[in-house]
């Protein structure tokens, strides 16, 4: 190929990480928890808190995301309870390369667990920085494969309701990708809807979920097209300085085309990332399999046969 990415790899190594995140509150160091050794905080996010934990019977270390299940009266705690373990099940049935595993999941008091499996590498953030952009053969084959687990999913009964970049891991050395997170975008449907906020991420949301639509596959596949969009540009397929200005675009604008930010780009993959991104579901592909053919096969026309990059 005409990019090597080796030498890539080991120029993104040579920059520094991120420092990892000091537990400060929540659940402490050395506290047995859901039958878990915790070790340290990893991560936080607007749903909960994620940890380094390990199984003192085998030693096996897995994460361990906790969302905190509680609301301002009983019934409404109630609700959200029976929501999160309906989607901790639905999550535990899919069983997929590119969705981290669900072992375990639970509640203890107002709080709820989920047991995963320990991804290695960050997620997809930080390559949506323009200075940070991946080759664009390797996000097309992110966006397949992230495809093919939606459409996994998908046949199982499971949407996932918040694809973005936040929820795929990618690690480059052991060529693993990840999506996570199925189903927790609404988790907090009553109280939040309530509330007047919106569920999921609203730069990813397909516009008929605006207008109070069902989420199903096609919403999801949207949002996967954004990601994808994004990965190749820096740029969101829908902006506005504000969060009123960007939600009229996404309802009533067309998004911008991946040509006029990238050109040099296959006029195939701006074509097809219109389609996923049209206002109008009908235009849009429903299956996930079809979506991962499709960027497969640009990527081969454009930039030759053989492997797409590491994580393939």
Not at 87 to 115: P, T
Not at 260 to 270: G, I, K
Not at 285 to 303: F, P, Q
Request: aromatic residues 4%; contains cysteine; neutral net charge.
């Amino acid at each position: 190929m005409a990019w090597e990415l080796t030498a890539w790899w080991r120029r993104r190594r040579e920059q520094p990480a991120a420092p990892a995140l000091a537990p400060t509150e929540g659940l402490m160091p050395g506290l047995l928890f859901a039958g878990l050794r915790i070790e340290r905080l990893i991560g936080r996010g607007a749903l909960g808190a994620v940890y380094l934990a390990h199984d003192p019977a085998s030693g096996a270390a897995r994460a361990l995301k906790t969302l905190v299940l509680q609301e301002s009266d009983a019934a409404s705690a109630q609700a959200l309870q029976q929501a999160f373990m309906a989607e901790a099940e639905a999550a535990r049935r899919l069983h997929h390369s590119d969705i981290v595993q669900v072992f375990d999941a639970g509640r203890i008091g107002g709080l709820g667990y989920l047991v995963m499996e320990l991804v290695p590498g960050c997620d997809l953030t930080r390559y949506t920085q323009p200075a940070r952009l991946l080759p664009e053969p390797l996000v097309l084959e992110i966006g397949a494969r992230v495809a093919e687990a939606l459409a996994h999913a998908h046949r199982q009964g499971v949407l996932h309701r918040d694809v973005k970049p936040a929820n795929v891991m990618l690690d480059l050395p052991s060529d693993q990708l990840k999506l996570t997170d199925f189903g927790l975008a609404r988790l907090h449907d009553a109280a939040r809807t309530r509330s007047g906020l919106l569920l999921g991420t609203p730069a990813y949301m397909a516009p008929e979920l605006l207008a109070g639509a069902s989420a199903d596959a096609r919403s999801d596949l949207y949002a996967l097209a954004a990601m994808v969009f994004q990965l190749l540009t820096g740029r969101l397929p829908h902006e506005g300085e504000s969060l009123g200005q960007l939600l009229q675009s996404i309802a009533r604008e067309e998004p911008q085309p991946l040509h006029a930010l990238r050109p040099e780009l296959p006029e195939a993959l701006s074509a097809l990332l219109a389609r996923a991104l049209s206002r109008s579901p009908g235009v849009r592909e429903g299956d996930g399999l079809v979506l991962a053919r499709e960027l497969r096969a640009i990527a081969h026309a454009a930039w030759g046969g053989g492997p797409l990059g590491p994580v393939r």
